[in-house]
């Protein structure tokens, strides 16, 4: 009966750890999904859509995750969010840069979120009538738009 009572509790306990182990290794890109971090990083409560994205590789070619631009029509503001996937949760050098070029003097500025984050960067700003471009950057591999584009 003690051999049954041992094998029962060990049962049990390789179930619960299992479980538990189970359950730490889920995917890691979804204890921050897009919509998190569209909220959190661009303070946008309403819709918003996708304009581009562009996977960031590192120079072995391992993807470390992806730079999106988006818009949202109610607040007429472009958001860049440059979102972590390998090391997620990790903190490592994340950038999100929006350049914008106005319509009318053809001036140029750069509006940047940088820093050493586990999760994502982002960086937003007004834009309605103007040309943007983006970039992100997950520990110094970068992909994004140079081309000046989503005017007006």
């Not at 390789?14 to 303070?43: D, K, Q, R, V």
């Not at 503001?77 to 994340?94: D, E, F, R, S, Y």
């Amino acid at each position: 009966m003690a051999k049954f009572r041992r094998a029962a509790i060990f049962c049990a306990t390789s179930t619960l750890i299992a479980g538990a182990l189970i359950g730490a290794t889920a995917n890691p890109a979804s204890a921050h999904g897009m919509g998190e971090a569209f909220h959190e990083g661009c303070g946008w409560t309403g819709s918003w859509m996708e304009i581009d994205s562009e996977n960031i590789y590192n120079p072995a070619g391992a993807w470390m995750g992806t730079v999106f631009l988006t818009w949202n029509n109610t607040t007429k503001q472009n958001c860049v969010v440059t979102q972590q996937v390998a090391g997620h949760g990790i903190p490592m050098k994340l950038v999100a840069t929006l350049g914008i070029r106005s319509s009318g003097s053809g001036a140029i500025t750069y509006r940047t979120d940088s820093g050493q984050y586990g999760h994502f960067a982002a960086v937003k700003e007004y834009t309605s009538g103007q040309c943007v471009n983006y970039r992100g950057e997950i520990a110094g591999s970068v992909a994004g738009r140079s081309a000046w584009g989503n005017c007006g």
